[in-house]
């Protein structure tokens, strides 16, 4: 059964050149225990995404529509109140890029991991229990409970705000380029304890990415993004494998790789501008197998029961 | 053949505040020898800490180092002055990490193009005119008069880059420092820069200092790989063999740690690093890597300091776990 | 070009344009002010009583008749250098008559009357003046006469007198004239007066009046005043003469409590307030920019030694500083420019400092020493340029400070006697007790003047604000 049930999601803000289309009729599921890798340049709308599904930006600044359903539950008839009090953390929690400098710099380590159950009436013994066992859980040392974020290394803290956003059992963890601000080495570690949670725990997640490799360690299924659309869709393996759009394709081969010989390419040009996008496919003025259709917008084809793709070349059969 | 640029035994130490009376000595760079051939690339790579930057600052005497000898030439820079350095400054230029800062926001990208000529006193106003058009065709920014009368801020990331590496070469230098220069762009347009160096590096018989924290964009795009951790230089290699068969365990569980869009590792958790690396106020003795290192040997690591040595032909590493070939 | 396009953006916000057009009034007016008066303005007219003697004191300003029911007496000066009438006498005797002539038509008598005569030479015997009143009713009253003075001991003829201070006789006070007023009302309106009496009621209602029932009611009508002057002698000469009838109103402005036409004092504020408002913020921001730069860009004994002595400005208290300077050379107005300056600079230089010390370490500023460029170049076209936005609208900000903090300095007293300003007219104002008694138009008019100017700059500043946020300037 799918957590999360994303249909025709879109996000537009306004802006003084005109409304920027970040998210533009996304529709997508995550099932349960199934972690979905958002991938995408810079610009496509991946983050902008993960405020449309946390409400993080006010009503008067951008337009939402379409329909969210977590666990059955429609939010986008909630009000902001009721998304406030009741979705956000509870069922829905986030880690943002850079998240371990949202740490409060006077507050003790462990008071802000249980902070959030205090807040929704845990009682203190308890929360500090939690607190302690998920400390121990996110790989931390005891001690780190009464320390401050100063005394914490980089890694050590995207750990500790890593519990944060477990601490209330979150039916969902969106986590938007979690390791982005960490060095190779220290990313390993957290990309392990995070694989260790989804084993462990089976938490569903989103996980937001610029970099389709760091996403495939632990993705069970990916959304390609492009100009604020999903442009393919399916399981990590057919993706990875048989990428069918040719932003895809690209995004792939333009990856450099440290085990394999192929000389990685490059997508020639500039992602397009949210504003005004390029009528018809979007990927089309970078595209190399551009043809006559794609002046038009291509329609989501099923490639298979796992698979679809936003192209025209799958009109006829290859 | 003769290196452009070597390094030979260099160290910068910085003092750091440290409470009220307390100074102590950061050494980013603690005795670092390297040499960098005409018209080779060399990549350093290292993590953030390592002293990668500084070494690369060093080596365009942005800093002077606290020790040991900068030759660029074969001709001893390293305590030169400011006044004196004229000439260096024509030869040895830089392309910065930072697409965005690193273009004066007030300034045209033709006046961004065209201060090294004139801080150089190079031309007349057309003939500088004419370098600088040439400059942005040659990284592919045309229509070069649009571009030449843009502001960065009207412009891409990847442009942008483009401007630095057009600035860089304008005095025609013979040694270019590039310190992560596609870390900030996007993936899929970071080897469209890599490529368009490469390019130059060739039309220009350029000798290139690539500086990353990205093994697998060095692998790529450079001849010879070095890996720095804590100020030291730990291994040096071809890339191809760095990468294929790393000897020092830092570089092992660095390449380790780097993610391939590969179904198969999925779900499977990499052996990492323990920790972190420590601050380079309170490097480790001896080894510096032995905390952190699983091959440590206790009683050797942690008492005897392993100095770089050749182990293969063109290999070097600095570990204990390689005898010295030469010794033996 | 970015400077047309921040010209046309500012001028798009209300602020900006408003800004614009009330500091071209000041500019204007300035200019004017600067043109028409004199440099030694201070020193010669405002602060010399004898310029504003024939003047009415705390007199309202002219237009506050309209709103008064009654009509209030107007200031009239009446001014005569040639004589209405030549009578000559026997033998070479002749007397010069002057006649002033008014048709006076307000509801109460004027405040004051005074006559002065300057510039008369004799020959042998000194001439004798006579001052004589004529009223509508045909009634006359001979107010004063006197003799002028004769030769001194071993002064030869010509004998000039009053060229160099003209002789003035307030009429409306003086001893003759109150007692020629009470032979006046005793014989010709039958009244019971005596002198004494008249010395305190005044004798003016008398004079311009005709007895009822509740005292005096004003003559209206034509009255003349003549001066007679006898003169023996061919070459005896007389300059001028003049006649003034007080008034309870006077000009645009009002006068203050010594005579002094507030208009002008006021105009002459403009200029000052400009001055003051530019060279402080001008200076200011020049000496605070160029220490911030040093100390950011240099660093080390440098940037210690200018950032302690910043401190050490910051926390001096300025007021006792000031009183003490005022004391030492004498309370002049470039000492309190001076003091502004040494007293704001240091709160530029902090925050200038910090800015330099980000945007070195901007990669361009690394990229421009790759190139080679000299420390200069660096400051010159990479980082003052980043800070000039900044420091417009800081020199723009100062600017009102600077005139708020001279007003301030004025109404304690420390202003510079020899230039006036709004500070100054609106402390004499308080010191004389002008709120208490309701001279309103001599404290609201240069308190409003200190608020126009500086909101003119901070709606310059305001207008400035998106233009200069270099977050604004990338979106465009």
Known sequence: MAILEVDSLRLYYSTERGPVRAVDDVSFTIGEGEALGVVGESGCGKTSLASALMRLLPRNLASYSGSVKLDGEELMRLSDEEFRSRVRWKKMAMVFQGAMNSLNPVLRVGFQVAEPLIASGGSGEEAKRTARELLHQVGLPPEVYGRFPNELSGGMKQRAVIAMSLVLSPALLILDEPTSALDVSVQAQVMNLLKRLKRERKISALFITHDIALASDICDRFAVLYSGQIVELGDADDILIHPKHPYTQKLLSSTPRLRSESEPEFIPGVPPDLVNPPSGCRFRPRCPYAFEPCTRDPPIYSLSASQASRCWLHQSPP | ?328 | ?476
């Open chain 3, 1 to 476: 070009m970015i400077g047309r396009g921040v010209l046309r953006d500012f001028l798009k916000t209300g602020s900006g344009r408003m800004g614009s057009l009330f500091l071209g009034t000041l500019l204007l007016v300035s200019v004017y002010v600067a043109a028409t008066y004199p440099l030694d303005f201070g020193t010669r007219s405002w602060r010399n009583p004898a310029v504003w003697a024939d003047y009415p004191k705390s007199a309202p300003p002219a237009w506050t008749n309209v709103f008064s029911g009654s009509r209030e007496a107007e200031q009239q000066v009446l001014r005569l250098s040639q004589p209405t009438q030549v009578l000559t006498g026997g033998g070479s005797g002749r007397t010069l008559a002057y006649e002033f002539g008014t048709n006076f038509q307000s509801d109460v008598p004027p405040t004051f009357m005074s006559f002065t005569l300057s510039g008369v030479t004799f020959q042998d015997r000194s001439p004798v003046v006579t001052v004589t009143l004529l009223r509508p009713d045909q009634t006359q009253v001979l107010l004063y006469s006197f003799v002028v003075r004769g030769p001194a001991a071993g002064e030869r003829a010509p004998f000039n007198r009053y060229y160099e201070t003209p002789l003035r006789v307030e009429l409306s006070s003086d001893q003759t004239a109150i007692s020629s007023t009470a032979d006046f009302a005793r014989s010709t309106l039958g009244l019971d007066v005596d002198a004494s009496a008249l010395a305190r009621t005044g004798i003016l209602n008398v004079l311009f009046g005709t007895p009822d029932y509740q005292g005096f009611k004003v003559l209206k009508g034509a009255y003349a005043t003549r001066v007679a002057v006898q003169l023996s002698d061919p070459a005896d000469q007389v300059g001028s003469l003049s006649l003034v009838l007080g008034g309870s109103t006077f000009g645009l402005m009002g006068t203050d409590s010594l005579g002094r036409d507030l208009a002008i004092g006021l105009l002459f504020g403009f200029p000052v307030a400009l001055l003051i408002a530019l060279v402080t913020s001008t200076l200011t921001t020049l000496v605070g920019a160029l220490a911030g730069i040093l100390s950011g860009y240099a660093g080390g004994k440098t940037d210690t030694l200018i950032q302690r002595v910043s401190d050490v400005l910051n926390n001096i208290p300025l007021l006792p500083i000031l009183i003490f300077l005022a004391f030492l050379f004498g309370q002049k107005l470039w000492v309190v420019i001076l003091v502004l300056i040494v007293f704001s600079w240091p709160g530029l230089t902090v925050i200038i400092r910090s800015m330099v010390l980000q945007i070195k370490s901007e990669q361009f500023v690394e990229a421009a020493r790759v190139i080679g460029a000299p420390r200069m170049q660096i400051v010159l076209r990479h980082i003052l340029p980043q800070t000039a936005p900044y420091l417009l609208a800081q020199m723009i900000f100062l600017a009102p400070a600077a005139i708020l903090a001279e007003a301030a300095l004025s109404f304690l007293g420390l202003g510079d006697p020899s230039i006036p300003t709004w500070g100054q007219i609106l402390d004499s104002g308080f010191r004389s007790g002008a709120v208490y008694v309701g001279f309103w138009w001599w404290i609201l008019p240069p308190g409003l003047l200190i608020v126009f100017t500086a909101m003119t700059f901070i709606l310059i500043s305001l207008g400035l604000e998106p233009v200069v946020n270099p977050k604004f300037r990338r979106t465009r």
């Open chain 2, 1 to 328: 053949m003769s290196p452009v640029i070597a390094l030979e035994n260099v160290s910068m130490h910085f003092p750091v505040r440290a409470g009220f009376f307390r100074t102590l000595r950061a050494k980013a760079v603690d005795g670092v020898t390297l040499e960098i051939s005409k018209g080779e690339t060399l990549a350093l790579v290292g993590e953030s800490g390592s002293g990668k930057t500084t070494l690369g600052r060093l080596s365009l005497r942005i800093l002077a180092p606290t020790s040991g000898k900068i030759l660029f030439n074969g001709r001893d820079i390293s305590k030169s002055k400011e006044g004196e350095l004229g000439w260096f400054r024509t030869k040895a230029q830089a392309i910065f990490q930072d697409p965005f800062s690193s273009l004066d926001p007030f300034m045209s990208i033709f006046s961004i193009v065209e201060e090294p000529l004139k801080v150089h006193h190079q031309g007349d106003s057309s003939e500088r005119r004419e370098r600088v058009l040439r400059a942005l065709r040659e990284v592919r920014l045309s229509p070069e008069e649009d571009f030449a009368s843009k502001y960065p801020h009207m412009l891409s990331g990847g442009q942008r880059q483009r401007v630095n590496i057009a600035r860089a070469l304008m005095l025609r230098p013979e040694y270019v420092v590039a310190d992560e220069p596609v870390s900030m762009i996007d993936v899929s347009t970071r080897m469209e820069i890599l490529q368009l160096l490469k390019e130059l590096q060739r039309s220009h018989g350029l000798t290139i200092f690539y500086i990353t924290h990205d093994i697998a964009t060095a692998r790529h795009f450079a001849d010879r790989v070095a890996v720095m951790y804590l100020g030291r230089i730990v291994e040096i290699g071809p890339s191809e063999e760095v990468v294929k068969e790393p000897l020092h365990p830092y570089t092992i569980a660095l390449i380790e740690a780097v993610p391939e869009p590969d179904p198969s590792n999925r779900l499977r958790e990499r052996s990492s690093l323990p920790g972190e690396q420590p601050s380079p106020t309170s490097i480790p003795v001896a080894c510096r890597f032995h905390p952190r290192c699983r091959f440590f040997m206790p009683g050797k690591c942690d008492v005897i300091d392993p100095p770089l040595i050749e182990v293969k032909k063109g290999r070097y590493v600095a570990c204990h776990l390689y005898p010295d070939s030469k010794a033996r």
